[in-house]
Every structure is written in C-alpha cells, then in structure tokens.
C-alpha cells in the first residue's frame, strides 16, 4: 500500500533556530514530491521536487529530494513565529487510484 | 482569478440533515478534488474529477457521501444523512492535468460540524 511518512509529526523551536523535516515514501509510479504550507485554511504550495539531489530553494525555505532512499527534506533557516504551520508532504502518483497522496503532516509552532 | 471557490465556509447542522458543500475550481483546471482534513486522520483523498467524471471515489467513506460535477465549472460534495464524525474541514482542489507546476491548488475549505 503506497504510504507518505512525515517527521516529526510535531516540533517546538525558538526564533532562529534552523529546522529540517522529513518525508519518506512509499509509492509506485512515482512522479512528483509537493511539499505545502498550511497555516489557517487550505494549504499552500512551497515546492514540487521531481528530480533527486537537486535543491529548490526560496528564501529561508529549502527541499531536496532523495529518490534513491525515497525521501525528501524541508529545510527553514533563521525560523520565525510566522513560520508556525503544518508542513504537509505529498507524493504525486497519477497512475494510482489515489494520485495524491499526503502525509499527516508535522506542526511547526516556532516561539518568540 | 479568484482561485478555488468553495461555500459555504463553516457549516453547523444537526445530527441527520443534509449537508450539501460546493466548489468551484479555477477556470481551466480539468481536475477537481474534494479532500477532507482531521486531526485523527490528515488529509484524505475523497473523490476526484477529471473533465467531469468521477475517477476514483474508493476515498468516499461509505454511502452517505455523494459528490457530482454537473459542468466544468461546478462540483457538489453532499453528505445525507450528516453523523457528528463528519464534522471536519472539506477543502476542495483543482489543477490542470498534466501541468509541472505548483500541483494542486487548495480552496479555503469548509469547516462542517454536526450536532
């Protein structure tokens, strides 16, 4: 059964502190990685990583992907309070019933 | 674009009651998801359209729950009768099949709770 694994599933930091989360997958006809930020309402979009070893970045927010170990990191530097979100994880797999499928998430809540 | 358009936005009804959510995708996305969200259980998959036909609905809990797409424009998820372990978020999302770019797109949910 295809499945998406995030750690940790919650994480407690203090302002400028750097941050790493993981996504590891198990999926077939893997196309895609998303990762999305979530803060209120629906989530938004920050990466899709296709390829392995090479690193997207914007800003403080960086993702590599790993399709060998079949994983994925997210990276935040200097964190801020409005860093505070769930971060979801989603592998993209268009030839299975699901084509989405997300992990449950990790809550960052980065504090003054 | 106004993005992904979903109503109403928060829904409290009683144990019983239809509840009937709506959703209207990004003119041009020929997919279109319905997810629900929960602390117990993440985000899950529901049904998904593609150019308006039901492609997988096994994420459909169990009967009660319907979803149609009339038009390219418009999708309905409706649940009848409504139990309290429905009560959650239901985002809905469209893309453009095919697209390497930004994925999906979220609509800003609807929040039902039932009674």
Same mark, same amino acid.
């Given at each position: 059964?295809?499945?998406?694994?995030?750690?940790?599933?919650?994480?407690?930091?203090?302002?400028?502190?750097?941050?790493?989360?993981?996504?590891?997958?198990?999926?077939?006809?893997?196309?895609?990685?998303?990762?999305?930020?979530?803060?209120?309402?629906?989530?938004?979009?920050?990466?899709?990583?296709?390829?392995?070893?090479?690193?997207?970045?914007?800003?403080?927010?960086?993702?590599?992907?790993?399709?060998?170990?079949?994983?994925?990191?997210?990276?935040?530097?200097?964190?801020?309070?409005?860093?505070?979100?769930?971060?979801?994880?989603?592998?993209?797999?268009?030839?299975?019933?699901?084509?989405?499928?997300?992990?449950?998430?990790?809550?960052?809540?980065?504090?003054? | 674009?106004?993005?992904?358009?979903?109503?109403?936005?928060?829904?409290?009804?009683?144990?019983?009651?239809?509840?009937?959510?709506?959703?209207?995708?990004?003119?041009?996305?020929?997919?279109?998801?319905?997810?629900?969200? %929960?602390?117990?259980?993440?985000?899950?998959?529901?049904?998904?359209?593609?150019?308006?036909?039901?492609?997988?609905?096994?994420?459909?809990?169990?009967?009660?729950?319907?979803?149609?797409?009339?038009?390219?424009?418009?999708?309905?998820?409706?649940?009848?009768?409504?139990?309290?372990?429905?009560?959650?978020?239901?985002?809905?999302?469209?893309?453009?099949? /095919?697209?390497?770019?930004?994925?999906? %797109?979220? /609509?800003?949910?609807?929040?039902?709770?039932?009674?």
């Amino acid at each position: 059964e295809d499945k998406v694994v995030q750690s940790p599933l919650s994480l407690v930091v203090h302002e400028g502190d750097t941050v790493t989360l993981n996504c590891s997958y198990e999926v077939t006809n893997f196309r895609s990685l998303l990762w999305y930020k979530q803060e209120k309402k629906a989530p938004t979009f920050l990466f899709m990583l296709t390829s392995s070893g090479i690193e997207k970045k914007s800003g403080r927010l960086s993702s590599i992907l790993d399709k060998k170990e079949l994983f994925s990191i997210l990276n935040i530097t200097a964190t801020q309070t409005g860093d505070s979100a769930i971060y979801l994880c989603a592998v993209h797999t268009p030839y299975n019933n699901n084509d989405m499928r997300f992990g449950a998430g990790t809550r960052l809540t980065v504090k003054p | 674009d106004a993005g992904v358009i979903q109503s109403p936005r928060h829904e409290v009804t009683e144990m019983g009651q239809e509840v009937t959510l709506r959703c209207k995708p990004i003119s041009g996305h020929n997919s279109l998801f319905w997810y629900r969200q %929960t602390m117990m259980r993440g985000l899950e998959l529901l049904i998904y359209f593609n150019n308006n036909v039901p492609i997988d609905d096994s994420g459909m809990p169990e009967d009660r729950f319907s979803a149609k797409m009339p038009n390219a424009s418009f999708s309905t998820l409706k649940i009848q009768p409504s139990e309290p372990r429905d009560s959650a978020v239901y985002f809905c999302a469209s893309r453009l099949t /095919g697209s390497h770019n930004g994925g999906y %797109t979220f /609509g800003s949910g609807t929040r039902l709770t039932v009674v």
